[in-house]
Nanobody, 128 residues
């Protein structure tokens, strides 16, 4: 089992920045990909950014490219999402997720159905 704990959400004005953190614990050796997903009220959960944790590809949704940056600290088993130039449409609950499935590359990294561990979520609200 893998446990994921998100932090760092909050309320900011448009143009502001936030950094989300996801601390992983448990059987983290079993995971091959980790990423961030978000879900706004009345909308489906969508992939924001994800990476292959063994080295390799990082993939971003088109809507966040150039504004969000994904990084990891292996020593701390922590995944970060630096979010800059935030827009009101970025408002959502943000979830950290981990996948034990191997071979996720490119757009597959952003498919929620391929992830089997999820955190509780952290709310991000961007006001105009």
């Amino acid at each position: 089992q893998v446990q994921l704990a998100e932090s760092g959400g909050g309320s900011v004005q448009a143009g502001g920045s936030l950094r989300l953190s996801c601390a992983a614990s448990g059987d983290t050796y079993s995971t091959y990909s980790m990423g961030w997903f978000r879900q706004a009220p009345g909308k489906e959960r969508e992939g924001v950014a994800s990476m292959s944790t063994r080295g390799g590809s990082t993939y971003y949704a088109d809507s966040v490219k150039g504004r969000f940056t994904l990084s990891q600290d292996n020593a701390k088993n922590t995944l970060y999402l630096q979010m800059n130039s935030l827009k009101p449409e970025d408002t959502a609950m943000y979830y950290c997720a981990a996948a034990t499935r191997t071979g996720l590359l490119g757009p597959l990294l952003l498919w929620p159905s391929l992830y089997n561990y999820w955190g509780q979520g952290t709310q991000v609200t961007v006001s105009s």
